[in-house]
């Protein structure tokens, strides 16, 4: 009787959470479907004179990253494949890792990632409005968003990841402004829904972006308390994709610039599109 009562429990408990991974599968298609609908239906061609007025350094990534008569596609879907770290920068502990992204500055994107090492796998998403991962695909590990702080952290990300791979999303116009930081740089700042953030960006002499550096609303900190915090990271290994020339590895992390640096993002690129009709 009582292996039966216990059966029937563990039945019901992993009923329950299996039917909750599915609401989250759900969910997570059904974000990236709205993401999807924010792309141009007839976009605009780029014209090099759109960046003519911009601080030199800006005026170069633009020219570097669009080619002329490119069609200005603001959303992008990329799948990628590296290594993401659970611990700090003495204690990496890196798990490989998959992932694939629908990116739709200034207003949202989704990652989903499935990562593992050894029998360990930790499967989930991160949006401007959650964040969740399982473990083995059945535990709930890490449930969180819904807040001010969470929305504020995530439009950093994408703002940033915005400079990596939609740049057409940071043409200027009235939500989008560049601004020279010195002669190697320049500073872009979006505004979208009440949050607003800056990014660095720094270029070669060609124009080709070779790092980012911003303060990222995080709390990514011993204390766990949200705070204005170095992020940043590196760009190389580029390569032309329906007009645009993007980078297709990237190492990102936390207290960039500062001997804490810890690269926990690092990732290949292993196909981007801009999806359109």
Same mark, same amino acid.
């Given at each position: 009787m009582i292996i039966h009562i216990l059966s029937t429990l563990i039945f019901l408990v992993l009923a329950g959470l299996s039917a909750r991974r599915w609401a989250d599968h759900g969910a997570d298609r059904r974000i990236?479907?709205?993401?999807? =609908?924010?792309? $141009?239906?007839? &976009?605009?061609? @780029?014209? &090099? !004179?759109? +960046?003519?007025? #911009?601080p030199e350094p800006a005026r170069r990534y633009l020219l570097y990253t669009i080619a002329p008569e490119a069609p200005l596609y603001t959303v992008a879907t990329l799948s990628m494949q590296g290594k993401f770290g659970m611990g700090d920068r003495d204690? &990496?502990?890196? #798990? !490989?890792?998959? !992932?694939?992204?629908? *990116?739709?500055? $200034? +207003?949202? @994107?989704? %990652?989903?990632?499935?990562? =593992?090492?050894? %029998?360990?796998?930790?499967?989930?998403?991160d949006t401007a409005r959650w964040t969740r991962f399982w473990l083995m695909g059945l535990l709930p590990v890490a449930r969180m968003g819904g807040t001010k702080d969470h929305a504020r952290s995530a439009f950093g990300r994408y703002v940033a990841e915005a +400079? @990596? %791979?939609?740049? !057409?999303?940071? *043409? $200027?116009?009235?939500?989008?402004?560049?601004? *020279?930081?010195?002669?190697n740089a320049a500073r872009v700042t979006l505004r979208h829904n009440g949050l607003s953030q800056s990014v660095d960006v720094t270029v070669a002499e060609d124009g080709r972006p070779l790092q980012v550096h911003f303060d990222r609303w995080s709390n990514a900190n011993p204390e766990k308390e949200y705070r204005w915090q170095p992020f940043g990271g590196y760009l190389s290994e580029f390569r032309e994709v329906e007009g645009f020339r993007l980078p297709m590895h990237v190492e990102a992390g936390n207290h960039f610039g500062t001997e804490r640096y810890f690269p926990f993002f690092v990732v290949d690129v292993t196909e981007i599109a801009f999806p359109h009709d």
């Open positions: 990236m479907e709205s993401l999807l =609908r924010n792309q $141009p239906r007839d &976009p605009a061609r @780029f014209d &090099p !004179a759109m +960046v003519e007025h #911009l204690k &990496p502990n890196y #798990l !490989a890792m998959s !992932a694939r992204q629908t *990116l739709a500055a $200034p +207003v949202g @994107f989704i %990652w989903s990632m499935s990562a =593992r090492r050894g %029998w360990i796998r930790i499967s989930g998403s +400079v @990596f %791979w939609t740049p !057409a999303a940071l *043409l $200027p116009g009235p939500n989008v402004h560049w601004e *020279l930081v010195d002669v």
